[in-house]
């Protein structure tokens, strides 16, 4: 075709905006289960379930959505019937979501910062890792002094 286009069958590498394309793409093909038995993290796909009957069925749909958009997931890095596993830094179960352990152990492992960016270093793993939490506000109040020994003591105490 003399006066066609092309069309590329993959994203490319020198567009910017591909995670956000992709972001996009995902929310949309799955908009109608997400919060109910989807979350979908960029490329990451998880599906929750209350029994294994529900599971299978719920599994079988993202798939089959997965088909009809012509998109594909890798069998060696998927993982099925999880009762545990850990999804963007949190250990997620049946019992709820928990931090993960090397994460606070990171925190309580920290040298004492010598100056301001390691401050800034240190607060910003703690925000990340006690986002949902209140007690951020304690150990990140710019009205009190910074202490890392008693940031670790109440990161302990959690």
Do not use: C
Not at 22 to 41: G, Q
Not at 110 to 139: C, H, M, Q, Y
């Amino acid at each position: 075709m003399r006066y066609g286009h092309y069309e590329f069958l993959v994203m490319p590498f020198v567009l910017t905006n591909a995670p956000v394309v992709f972001i996009d793409l995902m929310n949309r093909i799955f908009r109608p289960y997400l919060d109910k038995f989807v979350v979908v993290f960029i490329d990451d796909i998880l599906i929750y379930s209350k029994d294994e009957t529900s599971h299978a069925e719920h599994l079988r749909a993202v798939l089959q959505i997965l088909q009809d958009k012509q998109l594909y997931a890798k069998f060696s890095k998927s993982e099925f019937w999880l009762r545990e596993l850990i999804f963007l830094s949190n250990i997620v179960s049946g019992d709820g979501i928990r931090v993960d352990p090397n994460k606070i152990s990171a925190i309580v492992k920290w040298k004492p910062p010598k100056n301001v960016t390691e401050v800034r270093s240190f607060l910003g793993l703690v925000r990340e890792v006690l986002a949902e939490f209140r007690e951020i506000e304690d150990v990140a109040d710019r009205s009190s002094s910074f202490s890392a020994t008693r940031t670790r003591r109440r990161i302990r105490g959690l």
